[in-house]
């Protein structure tokens, strides 16, 4: 099937496509969405499943979140990747439930996470741990905007937009942590002030420019491999 089928060259993942060409690109676009969505979750899974192993070894300080928000995220990811690998994973709209779901989540947990932790610390006057736990949010949350460019099939855009809600979630507890510390009055050279929070935000939206190029590098693949825009 050519691009002329109902479908212009150029055109988003996301957007309707002619009767005839829906009819023969669905099943494969629902497929790429299936296994895409269970290997994003299935990563996800073993990412939380290791880290509540490390905590359960460890001996976590009282700013640490507990061992059972790492197994309830857990419970998500299994979740998810069962259902979408089982016959219920072949409904298209279902298959969107779950990526919105899964995404949403994760940033719920690693919000509520964040600002728990970083207040703690603060309220400690343990400011290098504040920064180090912040940095490591960043750091799952690009990590998060990386897999679902790499796994989820979606258009450039509609990739960018994931991304910018995802490093907004973060910048805005951050931002939260920020004015709590003005107003507890905790010194602003010693933690996470308005400088930090500011590259903190630079990286995160270079993680989305990065996370929307792997779109377009996986979508420019797809292309080229089946000669055909119709599954774009």
């Known amino acids: 099937m050519t691009a002329s089928a109902g479908h212009a060259p150029g055109t988003d993942d996301d957007l309707e496509i002619g009767p005839g060409a829906l009819t023969a690109a669905q099943p494969v676009d629902t497929d790429r969405l299936r296994y895409g ?3 994003c979750a299935g990563m996800l899974l ?3 499943l ?3 192993a490390l905590r359960a070894t460890s001996h976590p300080s009282a700013a640490d979140v507990g061992i059972g928000w790492l197994l309830a995220r857990c419970g998500i990811d299994a979740l998810v990747l069962a259902l979408a690998l089982s016959p219920l994973g072949r409904d298209r709209r279902l298959l969107r439930g779950l990526e919105v779901f899964v995404l949403v989540a994760e940033m719920v947990f690693l919000f509520q996470a964040q600002y728990r932790t970083v207040l703690t610390l603060i309220e400690e006057r343990d400011f290098v741990d504040a920064v180090a736990v912040a940095k490591n949010g960043v750091l799952r949350t690009l990590i998060l905007m990386i897999a679902a460019a790499a796994f989820l099939p979606h258009a450039p855009a509609t990739t960018a937009r994931i991304s910018v809600s995802l490093a907004a979630a973060i910048i805005f ?3 939260l942590v920020l004015s709590h510390a003005e107003t507890d009055g905790v010194p602003m050279d010693d933690v996470a002030n308005r400088q930090i929070v500011m ?3 630079l990286f995160l939206l270079m993680g989305g420019v990065v996370a929307t190029a792997v779109a377009w590098l996986m979508r ?5 491999g089946r000669g055909t825009f119709a599954d774009d």
Not at 220 to 224: A, I, K, Y
């Open 199 to 201: 590259t903190n935000a």
């Open 37 to 39: 969505l269970a290997a």
């Open 46 to 48: 073993v990412f939380h």
């Open 173 to 175: 507890c951050h931002a």
């Open 50 to 52: 290791l880290f509540a």
């Open 220 to 224: 420019r693949g797809r292309r080229e």
